[in-house]
């Protein structure tokens, strides 16, 4: 078992004829997830490195099941391809493109939630379950490797980062996810966890955040509720970034307290979960969770 | 992006929300001619990006116009968090018998716009929302559906219930004023919009008194009227357009180490563990994709500061490639030579290429991230 996506897992890929995307497509297919079609309206027929290619969502669903679908869109235009497919009643959404107009995501997840998908992202490299050697994304599938740990991170490099000195240990993964890094975001820290929690295969759970935002604080107050029981640890870069100045009172009128390093640092460690203060320090970190 | 108060006003007029008379002035000539036709008591409002002037010092009122124009003698020129005041906003002074506060912002946690009032609105509204966030009214709002009539009218019968006998003409007013800041809000893209205070005056009307707003820098591109460049010289704002346009972000520190990065995540980590080895950086320049001409362009805004003695650059190759960044690294080093010490640090794909090309100029790339960290500051502590 891993979460999200599996070997089962049909995917389709939305702007599949773009550069980037028919690259990361081939990728895909090699580590091993099941590409079954892309879209792109007016290349209906064609074929990119063998997946078949359709003008719109609602046809590729037509001819195949398909249980997720990996966007290859411009921020500019993601919402619409995103509605489509929701429309077509796709569950699992990965969103790969990076600055998504704000009142566009608060319109995808407003439909997100009223057909109880799942969406990754804005601004991820995806999802990734070395077990099921399935990758959703542009993640580079290399650094991963099956077993016990799930990932949660804000940030793509930062992920790249640390679980390649897991993966170095020996120390595998049963998911990764890029939950984005975009201000708002589909799958917050917490509901990774609740997944995590009900997987069996997964033991122990990194979080990777960031400065900022208020997930950490919401994932923490979750563990301390009981929602979730496996051991969690997590490592947060930005400890001395420079603040960013605010304007208006309404952004500090919502967020009060939370958000900054010693509000995070303060609720996850409340809360039980394992600070690694430095990149250096999450292998033997791991190794502590792994026992408990 | 934030705008100015002044340019909040126009919006506000525009959707139909009250706002005082008022003329913009660049010199205290200005000032006197613009007091002159209020005719009227004023207050004199520096035009800047950020707030909370009036706890600097910066708002005066006058009665007169003479006097007016003698109170922004000492405004004018004076510097506010980097920007140099050269606009003042002359604005009629309004009687006022209450301040409510109203604001609409995206909330990034639910993923929903949140409508906020208070009864209690001014400068302590977020000491007021920490200590008494009773008297804060916050309404979730369906981002597809809008703001509904019923919803807006049961957010000011609240509030004006709390301040005053429930006067239907002030509930009506006060209703049409959420229902404007909502359009607004939808119709600009805003991040964040919000009056405070609203003042209620004795004739049980509104007005905005002052006013912020904050647009989605995303959503510029559909926004183009709102484009322009605010509180920055023409070329600082031309460079931050390039640097959007790039996907660069780019941020200006005190120290002497640069540091070249793709990526958030890592480049904080970067900073916080040079930071905790007493490592200075200069700047830090944040990449999400880069290739050999975005490479080469990086080195260049480096190049160009004397304060750097060392540059760090972490590559992570995950989408882009090694070998396409050591030879963008290659070029710019034909053209240039450096003026600092260079300690790169290179992984991901392609990494033997990319290492062998870096080798072949004498530069030998460095697999950890904490090694290129320290070799970074023990180079610069050298120089």
Redesign the interface.
């Known amino acids: 078992m891993s979460i999200l996506a599996f070997k089962e897992t049909n995917v389709l890929i939305q702007g599949i004829t773009g550069r980037a995307a028919r690259h990361h497509t081939q990728n895909m297919l090699a580590y091993g997830t099941s590409i079954v079609a892309g879209s792109r309206p007016g290349a209906g027929g064609e074929e990119v490195h063998g997946v078949p290619v359709y003008d719109s969502v609602a046809e590729a669903c037509a001819c195949h099941r398909i249980d997720a679908s990996v966007l290859f869109i411009p921020a500019t235009r993601v919402k619409d391809a995103a509605l489509e497919a929701l429309n077509a009643g796709i569950r699992l959404l990965v969103i790969v493109a990076e600055h998504v107009p704000l009142h566009d995501a608060m319109i995808i997840m407003e439909e997100k939630k009223k057909r109880e998908a799942v969406i990754i992202g804005p601004n991820t490299p995806g999802l990734i379950s070395p077990p099921e050697k399935t990758m959703l994304g542009f993640v580079p599938s290399r650094y991963f490797l099956p077993g016990p740990i799930g990932v949660a991170s804000r940030s793509g490099t930062l992920t790249y980062e640390l679980v390649s000195r897991l993966t170095a240990s020996g120390l595998g993964q049963a998911t990764c996810i890029g939950v984005g890094g975009d201000r708002i975001v589909g799958l917050r820290f917490e509901e990774a966890l609740r997944l995590f929690e009900k997987d069996i295969r997964t033991k122990a759970v990194l979080l990777i955040g960031e400065i900022g935002g208020s997930m950490e604080e919401e994932a923490a107050e979750a563990i301390q509720e009981g929602l979730f029981q496996k051991p969690v640890f997590a490592y947060f870069a930005g400890y001395t970034a420079p603040e960013g100045t605010k304007v208006g009172h309404a952004g500090a009128i919502v967020q009060g307290s939370r958000g900054s390093m010693a509000s995070k640092v303060k609720a996850l460690k409340g809360a039980g979960v394992m600070l690694a203060r430095q990149p250096a320090d999450v292998v033997n970190i791991a190794k502590k969770a792994l026992e408990r | 992006m934030?705008i100015y108060e002044y340019e909040t006003k126009e919006l506000f007029k525009e959707v139909g929300i009250v706002v005082p008379m008022s003329g913009l002035a660049q010199t205290p000539e200005h000032v006197r001619e613009v007091a002159m036709k209020l005719n009227t008591p004023v207050i004199l409002k520096p035009q800047t990006?950020?707030?909370a002037r009036g706890k600097a010092g910066l708002i005066v009122s006058a009665n007169y116009p003479e006097d007016a124009a003698q109170a922004s003698k000492s405004i004018f020129g004076r510097e506010y968090?980097g920007e140099i005041i050269d606009t003042i906003l002359v604005e009629e002074m309004v009687d006022h018998r209450s301040e409510l506060?109203l604001?609409?912002?995206?909330?990034?946690?639910s993923?929903?716009?949140?409508v906020?009032t208070s009864s209690a609105g001014g400068v302590e509204?977020?000491k007021t929302?920490?200590e008494h966030p009773e008297l804060?009214t916050?309404v979730s709002v369906?981002?597809?559906k809008g703001l509904s009539e019923d919803e807006a009218t049961s957010l000011a019968k609240g509030i004006v219930g709390e301040i005053e006998q429930p006067a239907s003409a002030l509930v009506e007013d006060f209703k049409d004023t959420i229902l404007s800041l909502y359009q607004l809000f939808?119709q600009y893209?805003c991040?964040?919009v919000?009056i405070?205070p609203l003042g209620i005056k004795d004739d049980l009307s509104t007005v905005a008194l002052d006013a912020?707003?904050?647009v989605?820098h995303?959503?510029l591109?559909?926004q183009p009227q709102l484009v322009r460049c605010r509180g920055l010289k023409e070329e600082d704002f031309q460079r931050e357009k390039d640097y959007r346009d790039r996907?660069w972000t780019y941020?200006q520190?005190e120290g002497d180490i640069g540091i070249l990065?793709?990526?958030?995540?890592?480049t904080?980590?970067i900073?916080?563990?040079m930071?905790?080895k007493g490592g200075r950086p200069a700047n830090f320049l944040d990449t999400?994709q880069m290739d050999r001409e975005g490479i080469y362009d990086a080195f260049r805004l480096f190049y160009h500061q004397r304060s750097i003695k060392t540059v760090l650059v972490n590559i992570?190759?995950?989408?882009n490639r090694c070998d396409d960044l050591a030879e963008g690294i290659r070029d710019f080093i034909k053209d240039h030579p450096l003026p600092f010490a260079l300690v790169v640090r290179m992984?991901?794909?392609r990494e033997e290429e990319g290492r062998s090309i870096l080798k072949a100029i004498g530069i030998t790339p460095i697999s950890g991230?904490?090694e290129a960290v320290y070799q970074a500051i023990a180079l610069t502590k050298e120089k």
């Not at chain 2, 604001?103 to 946690?109: E, P």
């Open positions: 934030r990006m950020l707030k968090y506060y604001g609409v912002i995206v909330d990034y946690a993923g929903q716009p949140l906020i509204i977020e929302a920490l804060l916050k369906s981002p597809s939808t893209d991040e964040m919000e405070n912020a707003l904050v989605d995303d959503a591109f559909r996907g941020l520190m990065s793709s990526g958030a995540g890592i904080m980590a900073l916080d563990l930071q905790a999400a992570f190759a995950g989408l992984v991901g794909n991230l904490e």
